[in-house]
């Protein structure tokens, strides 16, 4: 005679009984699911907050404001114009700048948008972009870096809307 073999015991307890412990096992991994997810999601969103969006060097910034091009259209004789308020995610919020007597001012692009705040974007390749709605200009300043965090400015095109 041969001897077969059984198949190992099934431990009963790891097996759902009724719909209910199916139903609270499903809730169980999907909440498991949904917290993984979320610090993921947070992780992946400081990480794209200090690696993807780079940050326009502060030197960059004030070769920008302090350019000719752009400064004929500022107006700070002009009420409601100083301090200069820039609107970006890219801008160093703590910046040391003065113009007109007053530090300019940084707030995040999610605050209110004014028509007299000027709006900055980094690009690849050393571009910024710039826009300020209440002189309808818009323009692209084009730097080259050294590589050793020193920024020249070698265009700058500003155009009216």
């Known amino acids: 005679?041969?001897?077969?073999?059984?198949?190992?015991?099934?431990?009963?307890?790891?097996i759902p009984t009724n719909m209910r412990d199916i139903i609270i096992q499903y809730k169980r991994l999907f909440?498991?699911?949904?917290?993984?997810?979320?610090?993921?999601?947070?992780?992946s969103l400081k990480i794209s907050i200090a690696g993807d969006r780079a940050i326009i060097p502060d030197d960059v910034v004030k070769q920008i404001l302090q350019h000719q091009k752009l400064a004929v259209f500022l107006h700070p004789e002009i009420e409601?114009?100083?301090?200069?308020?820039?609107?970006?995610?890219?801008?160093?919020?703590?910046?040391?700048l003065i113009l007109y007597k007053k530090p300019i001012v940084v707030?995040?692009?999610?605050?209110?948008?004014?028509?007299?705040?000027i709006y900055m974007s980094f690009f690849e390749n050393g571009k910024v972009s710039i826009n300020y709605p209440v002189e309808?200009?818009?323009?692209?300043?084009?730097?080259?870096?050294?590589?050793?965090?020193?920024?020249?400015?070698?265009n700058a095109n500003i155009w009216e809307n």
Do not use: H
């Open 1 to 14: 005679m041969r001897a077969t073999s059984r198949p190992a015991p099934i431990n009963q307890s790891v």
């Open 136 to 154: 309808g200009v818009t323009g692209v300043f084009e730097f080259i870096s050294d590589g050793k965090g020193n920024w020249k400015l070698e």
């Open 107 to 117: 707030i995040p692009d999610s605050k209110k948008q004014l028509i007299t705040n």
């Open 80 to 96: 409601g114009r100083v301090p200069i308020v820039i609107q970006s995610n890219f801008v160093n919020p703590n910046i040391e």
């Open 31 to 43: 909440s498991a699911y949904v917290a993984i997810y979320v610090i993921l999601g947070i992780c």
